[in-house]
């Protein structure tokens, strides 16, 4: 029988991932400071080597469009090259003198081969992933914020998405001390709502997580050099039986890109703008998934106003 994993976690780690070098963030005159050991005894960094390491810091409050370029191969029977574009805007707002309210979307352009012998290769959007995170505007020794996650099924083609709403939390927290930065992103994501039957595809239910551990290291003339894991877990598996339904059965099923990255902050016109690229190997992938992974990043830090 064939083994057929949720499209959605696939999506949510090619995109969320979309945070693979983490640079959801910023761009304002002045970006919050990152929390630092008191009493550390160090020159004040350049501006741009700040900004460069507020683009670590998901839930910085500035605001910036990211573009991810992936490339995983070998992916289904052909060895074929997947792409996933990932447009990722993020908007922060200030609520109040004690909180501030991060959005971030993740917007995926998927170019799919062929998945199977005899099918046949697809592009389009996937799944839009939509993330809210209260974070405190005064962070002290860890910088987090916390909130609701969402899964639109917007997927141009069965193969790129879920069919499902889905909903659950998120949550991430750092520490930026000196020149490091370190900390986690974690998202859990259950269907609700949406068609079992899309375009005549069986579609079974979302419960998946995703989680991304990552450090980086900011040099005094900004440049990030940084590594993450993005690991997303189905746990809830199908296997295709007669007729072409679903059967659920058990087990887990993870995906474990790890990801080398380095950029490096500059200018595009009067803003500043990171430009980078990166390599990733999979640790472990479902069957036909690829086993590497080439990216390339390009972020364009707006005025807040």
Known sequence: MLNVRNCSGMVVLGTMLA?????QTEAQPAPAKPAVDPGA?????????AL?????????SLVSVPFQFNWDQPVGPDDATRFVLNVQPVIPFSLNDDWNLILRWIMPYIGQPALFEGGVPTSGMGDIVASAFFSPAKPGRFIW???PVFLLPTNASPVLGSAKWSAGPTFVILRQSGQWTFGMLVNHLWSFAGSDVSSGVERGD???SFLQPFASYTTKNSVTMGV???ASGN??????GPGGSLEQVDGTQWTVPIMFTASKLTRFGPFPMSIGGGVGWFATASDGGPSWRLRMTGTLLLPRR
């Open 41 to 49: 005894t160090q020159a004040a960094p350049s501006s741009d080597e």
């Open 19 to 23: 945070l693979p070098a983490m640079a």
């Open 235 to 240: 746990w809830r598996l199908y296997n295709q």
């Open 228 to 230: 993450s894991v993005e």
């Open 52 to 60: 460069a390491r507020q683009l670590s810091n998901p839930v910085a």
């Open 145 to 147: 914020g916390a909130g």
């Open 206 to 208: 979302i419960n998946a």
